[in-house]
């Protein structure tokens, strides 16, 4: 695994350690894991929720409409629905669409229909729904419109690398922000959320934006605000500044998080699964690509058994 930290190695952190696992070490090519499970974790590891798929896909329609314009619209709107629609639609029956897999773009296999959620049609008319009002909320809600059309009209970066940070303890601190927006008396940066508004501003989210305006702009951290956009019902937060207390947390926060992949690291090196607790919680369970891998899998289902070689699971561990 590389001495890095990211976004998404946190969250693994937060959620599951064994999760963490998977995803870094036993997926891996080149590290020793049991070769008959590590091919099947190669596969799962590609694999979706219907949730991330769509809020990826909205992010992704953000992206094409705020670079290339107002015409780029009903192309962006009807390729990411599209795509959507057929990754539904080929995990619903892998077998019957197995051509998809040899496409230019295949369709990711959902795990909730993978795994035979029965909430996995609900789920993803939900996920659906969510996507498609997403996109409108962002094109026609009043107060949303307004901040992105005022942050587009100025020196303004969309879907930005966070890259060349000061290391941290010897890792580098690895991201990406939503859309950016700079005038004379602040750097102003946007979050777009699928969904609705919940938790409290994230410190070390804010201490990587503080950062990262300071290397690329020579100003002072706290001239950063934040504000996330929830599109899936249209709150627009208010703007959040960046101060001196949070960035402290923030850094607390990260050095903890390298702290514990340093301790943890040789364990997944030597491929030591059983290092690596296991959340037991079903709700967890349930949204976890390896659920079907994993011995201490708490979600309840079971993985379809498919009679192509999509992820021929080993017998039930
Ligand atoms: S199945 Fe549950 S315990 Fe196992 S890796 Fe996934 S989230 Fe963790």
Redesign the pocket.
Known sequence: MRSSHSYSKRELLDS?L??FF?EYYAAAKKLPFDPERKAVIRELKEFTGVYLLAGEKLHWFIEQYLKKGMTSQLWAEHTCLAAFDLAVNYSRDPEGNAGLRDAKYPPPMLLEFYYGDPRAEELAGKAREALRGGIQRFLANGPIKGLWTEIKAGEHFVEQRVGGLPKFDGFGIEGQIDLVGRDSSRVRVVDWKLGRNGESHDSLQMLIYGLWAEKKFQVDPTSVTARRVFLGDGTLEAEHALDRAQMAVGRARLLQDIELMKELDPYGRAGIEEAFS???RQN??RQ?K??GI?P????GLAPRQTSVSLTVLPSRV
């Open positions: 599951c064994r999760q998977y296991p959340c037991h967890e369970c976890c390896y659920q994993c201490d899998n708490q979600s």
